[in-house]
């Protein structure tokens, strides 16, 4: 049950990292499928890792020297999560 919300708030921070077009969605879904499949093998860490990359180039933010975002995806998913879907949502505010 955790791990549906996990991907699901992965998903919706996908959603507004992405112009809405249609072949984004399909992006997002597929995205969403490799999530959940790289989440059985407890590897799901690696593709927030990627968007979470893009994250921080898209909006130029700095990643913290103390605890990289490759820690903070790997021992802390679901709070990285929380944490980008903030700031998104702070972002569609401005």
């Given at each position: 049950?955790?791990?549906?919300?996990?991907?699901?708030?992965?998903?919706?921070?996908?959603v507004?990292?992405?112009?809405?077009?249609?072949?984004?969605?399909?992006?997002?879904?597929?995205?969403?499928?490799?999530?959940?499949?790289?989440?059985?093998?407890?590897?799901?860490?690696?593709?927030?890792?990627?968007?979470?990359?893009?994250?921080?180039?898209?909006?130029?933010?700095?990643?913290?020297?103390?605890?990289?975002?490759?820690?903070?995806?790997?021992?802390?998913?679901?709070?990285?999560?929380?944490?980008?879907?903030?700031?998104?949502?702070?972002?569609?505010?401005?």
């Open positions: 049950m955790i791990v549906i919300h996990v991907v699901m708030g992965f998903g919706v921070n996908l507004y990292l992405v112009q809405m077009r249609i072949r984004s969605m399909v992006v997002i879904v597929f995205m969403c499928l490799a999530y959940t499949c790289l989440a059985e093998f407890g590897m799901c860490w690696l593709l927030h890792y990627m968007k979470r990359k893009s994250l921080r180039d898209k909006f130029n933010l700095r990643e913290d020297p103390s605890c990289g975002d490759c820690l903070t995806t790997l021992c802390c998913g679901p709070c990285a999560l929380c944490q980008e879907a903030r700031f998104l949502k702070q972002q569609g505010k401005s």
